[in-house]
């Protein structure tokens, strides 16, 4: 077994990204969404991680510690709008949620 | 108190007469003109002490500085300026006390006084004006107000249309004015009156043939010289006591005055054409006049022709000024024409006031009835009327010794000795001017009353009345120069007398015109409902009413068929390429980004994170360097 290298972990984060952004593109439930968008910033996240391990700095990982810090803040808002959303609309499917355009 | 004082005291009170109307007393006529006349005679008081008090000063403070052109309000005092002060100080206060009978019961009495004043105001800014920036302001309020004036009937269409044509003709003169004192300040660096008659006197001044030709449109358009002489008759729209103040005593005359201000630009050319100008201008009105039924436009063209005869008498004077010649002989015959002009002028003043006065009392009398044809027999009915009307006639015919005699004899005399054809035109002037007059006297008061309200014409009251008797009393003796106190001398001195053999040519020939005019006057016209011309030579007639009429004819044929189309035609791209092609179009283009941009809008969450996704790649591709 070969150990892992920067491509790989390269290859995961960019997949994950992916996942993510066809998530976001796709998917009508808002949470599901959400989730997604998390999920790209976990990818980038790994892919900071990783060259920061391959490169043997501290660079990536102190950029990964303030955007994790930011991602938590932006989950207690992003969700706290949700479910307000929800006890508003009784819906958080995107396409329903369209009285700005009608 | 300083002489100076006083001129500011005197230019401001009437302003503040009329900002005391205007504000707090338009409800009520009666206070209004009260306001009013008591101004005019502080001003006719104050105007006769500056003038008597020897005193003569200049004073200007700066008003604005626009980089290096320096604007400023100044007063020139000097014995040219004092003469027009104490004509416009007395004519207007006679004025005044005139209106307060003639218009007793008009409705619009306060305005009618505030127009008086805001006049009185803007005439004398002109008056005093000590540079040429000034002046052109205090000109254009001149004729703001006598548009005010003119229009003061305005619910009557024609006193509506005149007061408008009175302010286009002005505004066409007025351009040229302009233009002239753009000129003069870029030519010469000043255009202070005194700067520039220093600089005449270190010869360091700048001339040229248009500057004063651009200032004399400015004289054109407000003393009706030809061409833009269509206003003044129209102008008799205005009330009658107006017509006597502004529109033949002293607006009318501010042309020349103005002239006189800037004699030292004077260059031969520019007089020739001020000369042929002037005798055009007397000989035309005077040959209109001849056919005119209403009292005040007969008044009127004469008022042209007198015009005429001063604006002739400024280029006659200064005709042989030759800058060749040394400038001894320069200056003397340069203040012979502004002598001959303003003593005209002088003259003019009194007894055209008081004849336009006298018709105001005429049409007072036979209840706004205009028509000679249809008075008559006034001369029992209004007796202190007729004698007064009479001096006044007799003074504007030239009778021996009354005030037109002179002033007329002293611009024959010029005419004779500068130029004799301008010499015979300016007597055949004198004759119809004669002839005119003597129809206009004879129908109005002799023979029998040609209507009822002539046969139930009575005379006014005493405000009616005093005017007519003080103004009949200086035009028999404003002809003697040894009459005004000598502070004048600096205008009168520089009067062409003849002597000798000259004095007995002209003294007959003045007779002569006058006799010839005033019988065919009296003998030809009979005191019939009809003109007596049109009934004998009805070609004659037919052919002068033609002529009266060929500069309105012109003019409306330039308006409404060359102006017009081009106006439509101008309008018509107007509409094409502004309107059309850059006002709507870009409106229509952004319109239609905007469109565009509506249809990105889709209300789904989705679609957004595309287009945010294509901006990104967008970006991108800008940034990598492929777009």
Request: net charge neutral.
């Amino acid at each position: 077994m070969t150990s892992a290298t920067l491509d790989h972990y390269v290859l995961i984060s960019a997949l994950l990204f992916a996942i993510g952004l066809f998530g976001v593109l796709l998917r009508r439930n808002t949470l599901v969404v959400f989730m997604c968008l998390e999920l790209m910033l976990v990818a980038s996240t790994l892919a900071l991680v990783a060259f920061s391990r391959f490169n043997g700095t501290m660079d990536g990982n102190v950029f990964v510690f303030f955007i994790l810090t930011v991602a938590a803040a932006e989950v207690a808002v992003g969700l706290a709008i949700i479910v307000a959303l929800f006890r508003k609309r009784q819906t958080i499917q995107l396409n329903e949620l369209n009285s700005l355009k009608n | 108190m300083t002489m100076l004082s006083h001129a500011i005291f005197v230019l401001i009170l009437p302003l503040v007469s009329a900002a005391i109307i205007a504000l707090f007393l338009r409800r009520s006529g009666g206070a209004a003109a009260a306001v009013s006349t008591l101004t005019a005679a502080a001003i006719a008081v104050i105007s006769v002490i500056l003038a008597l008090h020897n005193e003569r000063f200049t004073a200007s403070t700066e008003w604005m500085r626009l980089g290096g052109l320096v604007i400023s309000l100044g007063f020139k005092f000097d014995d040219l300026a004092a003469l027009m002060l104490v004509i416009v100080g007395i004519v207007g206060l006679c004025v005044h006390v005139f209106s307060l009978g003639y218009m007793h019961d008009d409705p619009a009495k306060a305005r009618y006084f505030g127009g008086l004043s805001i006049f009185m105001f803007s005439m004398l800014g002109i008056v005093f004006a000590d540079n040429l920036f000034m002046m052109f302001i205090f000109w254009e309020l001149v004729g703001f107000s006598s548009y005010v004036l003119i229009n003061h009937w305005h619910e009557k269409q024609s006193a509506s249309d005149a007061s408008k044509k009175a302010f286009i003709a002005n505004r066409v003169g007025d351009f040229g004015f302009l233009l002239g004192i753009v000129m003069c300040y870029w030519l010469n660096g000043t255009v202070s009156l005194t700067e520039l008659a220093a600089k005449g006197e270190a010869h360091t001044l700048v001339f040229s043939t248009l500057i004063p030709l651009f200032l004399f449109c400015g004289a054109v358009g407000k003393s009706a010289q030809l061409p833009l002489h269509v206003w003044l008759p129209d102008a008799m729209e205005g009330p009658t006591p107006v017509s006597a103040l502004i529109h033949a005593a002293t607006m009318v005359a501010a042309g020349i005055y103005m002239l006189c201000r800037i004699n030292v630009l004077m260059v031969p050319a520019a007089l020739d054409v001020i000369m042929w100008t002037g005798t055009a201008t007397a000989l035309y009105a005077a040959l209109c006049a001849i056919t005119q039924s209403d009292i005040k436009k007969v008044l009127a063209y004469s008022t042209l022709s007198q015009l005429g005869f001063m604006v002739a008498a400024f280029g006659l004077g200064s005709l042989s000024s030759t800058h060749l010649h040394g400038t001894e002989a320069h200056t003397v015959v340069i203040a012979a024409g502004v002598g001959a002009a303003m003593f005209h002028l002088t003259t003019h003043a009194f007894f055209k006031a008081l004849m336009f006065l006298g018709s105001g009392s005429v049409i007072h009398g036979c209840h706004h009835e205009q028509d000679i044809f249809k008075m008559g027999g006034l001369r029992t009915r209004m007796p202190l009327t007729f004698w007064t009307f009479t001096i006044g006639v007799a003074a504007i015919i030239g009778f021996p010794y009354l005030a037109g005699f002179f002033s007329k004899d002293a611009i024959l005399y010029l005419a004779f000795e500068k130029n004799s054809a301008v010499f015979a035109l300016l007597a055949l002037t004198a004759v119809l001017t004669s002839l005119y007059m003597v129809r206009l006297w004879k129908l109005t008061f002799l023979g029998t009353p040609r209507s009822d309200h002539a046969s139930h014409a009575h005379e006014g009251g005493l405000t009616l009345t005093l005017p007519l008797v003080f103004l009949a009393v200086l035009s028999l003796v404003a002809g003697y120069t040894a009459f005004y106190p000598n502070v004048f001398s600096g205008v009168f001195e520089h009067i062409p007398e003849a002597h000798g053999s000259d004095h007995t040519i002209i003294f007959i020939t003045s007779l002569g015109v006058m006799a010839v005019g005033a019988s065919i006057g009296y003998f030809f016209y009979k005191s019939t409902p009809t003109d007596t011309l049109a009934d004998k030579v009805p070609g004659l007639f037919a052919a002068l009413s033609a002529f009266r009429n060929a500069f309105d004819g012109a003019y409306g044929y330039y308006v409404a068929k060359i102006q017009q189309r081009f106006a439509l035609f101008v309008n018509f791209f107007e509409q094409i390429f502004l309107a059309g092609l850059i006002v709507r179009g870009l409106a229509g283009f952004v319109g239609l980004c905007g469109l565009g941009a509506r249809a990105l809008h889709v209300g789904n969450l989705n679609a957004y994170v595309y287009w945010f996704l294509f901006g990104l790649v967008a970006l991108w591709l800008f940034a990598t360097g492929v777009l």
